[in-house]
């Protein structure tokens, strides 16, 4: 199996917090009244894309009733729409529509994942649920290592997991540590390569903050959709993903 495919199923596998796994299971169970059809995928949810990604896109944790739903990162919610949406706009994905893990969706040269794999009440992972989770961050970034040039970062909480992720993995952080904010553009050195040699010849990393996708920021217009693809278009560019001219005019 593909190293990187293995990796998801096994991220498909884990039940190391107690407190996600009977939420995610519960979730599934009650559902909503708008998915009362649906069997819910109720695991944790792997990442989405592309093993030879340059572009990483960093999420914080599935939807209750989105991922844990479909099985897809950022799949069958509001937040799913904006992104993939602008995703799309951008030439990055082959449609602004994301329903379901079977909806034959595919990305261009980004992946979409997240530093907590399940979905967590109210959103809000625990500081420990997010270290527990924190290894298959680790390991994900290793294996996309060769080929990964560019990261965004999508809100403070994915920002502050993620940095500790890129040490682990063989970056080397600035000191002081970068602060998030939307806009924000840091470059990671490279340092040593992983003692178990999972990294093949990477190189430096330029991560990038954006508000997070969320109906609190995009329905107050704290991120609108031009400003997601602002940020969208600058990593793709450093991440040496050629423009693709959409066939129709961005929203506003």
């Known amino acids: 199996m593909d190293p990187l495919a293995e990796l998801d199923a096994r991220i498909a596998g884990c039940t190391a917090c107690p407190r996600l796994v009977a939420w995610r299971e519960e979730v599934g169970r009650v559902k909503r009244a708008a998915f009362k059809d649906w069997t819910y995928w109720s695991r944790p949810v792997p990442g989405f894309g592309p093993a030879d990604a340059s572009l990483l896109v960093v999420g914080l944790a599935p939807a209750a009733h989105g991922g844990n739903r479909t099985g897809r990162m950022f799949t069958g919610d509001r937040s799913g729409d904006v992104l993939y949406g602008a995703l799309h706009e951008v030439g990055l994905a082959s449609s602004p529509l994301a329903v379901s893990a079977d909806d034959g969706l595919t990305l261009r040269g980004v992946r979409v994942t997240s530093p907590v794999h399940c979905a967590p009440p109210e959103n809000k992972p625990t500081p420990g649920e997010r270290d527990a989770c924190r290894p298959w961050l680790v390991r994900e970034l290793e294996l996309l290592a060769p080929h990964l040039r560019a990261v965004v970062v999508l809100g ?5 997991a993620a940095l500790p992720a890129f040490a682990e993995a063989g970056w080397v952080l600035p000191r002081p540590r970068p602060r998030f904010a939307h ?28 508000f997070h ?30 423009p693709y001219a959409p ?5 506003p």
């Open 183 to 210: 806009g924000a553009r840091v470059t990671l050195e490279r340092g040593s390569p992983p003692a178990d040699g999972h990294a093949g010849a990477p190189g430096p990393v330029t991560l990038y903050g954006c």
């Open 213 to 242: 996708v969320s109906q609190r920021n995009t329905f107050t217009g704290r991120l609108t959709p031009a400003m997601l693809r602002d940020v969208l278009r600058e990593a793709a560019g450093e991440a040496g993903i050629p």
């Open 247 to 251: 066939r129709h005019r961005p929203r």
């Open 156 to 160: 403070a909480f994915g920002w502050q």
